[in-house]
């Protein structure tokens, strides 16, 4: 197929750029990967990372969602328990042929609509890190397209520096092909989920300290807009997949399962979006008040549980033309001073935001550019116009980078070469793996030229 | 590559020292930037507005740059792009008024001011266009000025650089936006700067700073077009469609 220049952007809508296009069957990709031009090749999913990740401009890029060649999965080996997937599938299409079957993803971030490749490329994590990591944990093995063409079986146990070097190494080392992934059995396909409401931010600390332990699954929202005495209030929802007997008698099939999206936005909303101050106040207000102070044991969808945002297609152009960005930074454990130093700058700059997420995560992975580290990690949306943005985040940054923090690429569309350098001290250590197996510098994307990702320190 | 806030990180301005062109790129800065240079045919002068902008985390580079001089034209733009790698703004803010008593009568002084203005302007754009488009992204300031909109019998010279101007980087900007590129038209009535030095102000006019303010918040809306002040629209619009025999008894200075 001829290639075609095409602008993409990312989920937040900004900094569109252009490149070549092109959607091939896997025996075809590395002809393409050979014969690209000085500004290299890039894979892309579904463009579910906020910024410029995925773009790679002036350049090749591999559009990948959709199985390629083969099925989407193959069959789950029940005994080991787990699948291989061709990369560009979903994970909500995996979760529709493998959750009747009794299988769970193990990582499912906060939208199903992620390919199999983005998510080991941004080594993403869910609602459970503090109990099983991020997505990189559970990948057994991967083919791996490298830049002379050639295709390399790695594993935690098979070039174990190029294997963590494409956990979280954005794309930037190579084509994933497939994966086999470990999965999780299940006994139904419904959530039993605890839920508390949590009048400020000590609380929602101190309740999430202490009891996140004895749940697979937690997470926090938290109103932004709340102030004063009830900063940081939050809803707080935590639990498990159901076990069989948690279902009430006659429930039907306990692993029936379909995805669903009611809505979607139209591709035209006027400028400057619907999303505004009093909308946003109106919508969290209502919210906060219909949770319960505190209910147990409820059973819902794990869509519901996991994305409700899916449920609305396109809620991004909500934001309008400017389109928007996700602020997503992790700080150390004891750093909760720092955690509402942030939360109280956000919430006095009145920038509107939906809810925002407050999760913990638990212990980091051996991949050198993989985001989760133990500790607090909070993300929000912020409409990308908004008066005073540059000079709040480029303030925040440097707060989050001296509380030792930092800040996760999946998302970022903001900050800085420095910025990163402070954040990931490993990031030479994985240039060299990188520069190994691409000295030619065959992948290329707008993050790393925005980062300076592909630069040695020594050099600059 | 600029960020979702539209903060570029490397910036070239083509008139190094024009008091307009230094007061967007002072608008542009942010935590961001990493690069300016500064295209001059005074180097020294640039040299100065360059030790104003300079910091430690944002390098300023001076580099000669004659507009008059088609045929350098290129290999500026290519040396600049091999020393930073991409470009995300080009500033084109060279230019001359000239006097009209000079530039109507004057063949020389005509043709100097057609050549900077016009023909030197159109070959740098064609060049850093180039490099945009092959870059993927980017985005061109152009000067233009509402004296190009409809010609005055005051300075006709000017006025019809200026509309040609305009209209090509219209076109220009139509054709390289499917490559990424964005190319924003600046239409700014009477502004005080070094240019109109001496001159009386005419209705309406206006500072650098404030073509600066709207002309980044052009940019980061991915507007073509951007009137300054933004009343000249209006004025214009009307303006375009009187009579020729009025228009030309209109007392516009
Ligand atoms: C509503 C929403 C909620 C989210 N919630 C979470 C969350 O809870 N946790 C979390 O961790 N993330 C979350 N994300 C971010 C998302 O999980 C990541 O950005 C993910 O990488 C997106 O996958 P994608 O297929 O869309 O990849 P893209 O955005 O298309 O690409 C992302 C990166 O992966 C690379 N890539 C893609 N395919 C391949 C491949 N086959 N081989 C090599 N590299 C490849 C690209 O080059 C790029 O660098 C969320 C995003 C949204 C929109
Ligand atoms: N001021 C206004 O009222 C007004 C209104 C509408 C449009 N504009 C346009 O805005 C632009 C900037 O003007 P300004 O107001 O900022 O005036 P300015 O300060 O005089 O800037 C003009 C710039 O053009 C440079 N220049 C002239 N000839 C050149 C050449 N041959 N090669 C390279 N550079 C050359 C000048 O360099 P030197 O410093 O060496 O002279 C100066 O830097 C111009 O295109 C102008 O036409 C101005």
Redesign the pocket.
Known sequence: MAAVRERLHGWGRTAATAAEVRELAAAELPEAVRTAGPRGALARGLGRSYGDAAQNSGGTVLRLHGPVGDAAAGPVDPVAGCVTVAAGTSLGDLLVAIVPQGWFVQVLPGTRHVTVGGAIASDIHGKNHHVEGSIGNHVLSMRLLLADGSVEDIAPDRRPELFWATIGGMGLTGVVLDATLRLLPIETSRMAVDTDRLPDLDAVFAAMTEGDDRYRYSVAWIDLLAKGAHLGRSVLTRGDHARLEQLPPGSGDPLAYRSRQLVAVPPIVPTPGLLNHATIAAFNELWFRKAPRHREGELVGTGTFFCPLDLVGHWNRLYGRQGMLQYQFVVPFGQEATMRRVIERLVASGTASFLAVLKRFGVANLAPLSFPSPGWTLALDIPAGSHGLGEMLHELDQVVLDAGGRHYFAKDAHTTPAAIRRGYPRLDEWRAVRDGVDPGRVWQSDLARRLDLLERSSEM | MDNALGQPQTIVL????????LAIVRELLSPATRAIVL????TS?GERAAGELRSDSVVVEVVP????DPSSHAALVEGIGGRYGDIDVVI??????GNADVTTVDVAAATELAT??FT?SVSVTVAAANLLRAQGHGAIVI?????GERVRAANPV?GGT?AGLDGFAQGLGDLVAADGVHVLVV??????????AGLKPAPLSTT?EHVARLTVKGLRAGRRTVWAPGALRYVFSALRHVPAPIWRRLPLG
């Open positions: 083509l008139g190094g020292t024009s008091d307009i062109g295209a001059c045919r005074d002068k740059f004659d507009a008059a084109l803010a060279a230019g001359l008024l900077v203005n030197g000067l233009s000025s509402v004296a000017y200026k239409r700014p009535g009477f502004v005080r700067s070094a240019m109109t650098p």
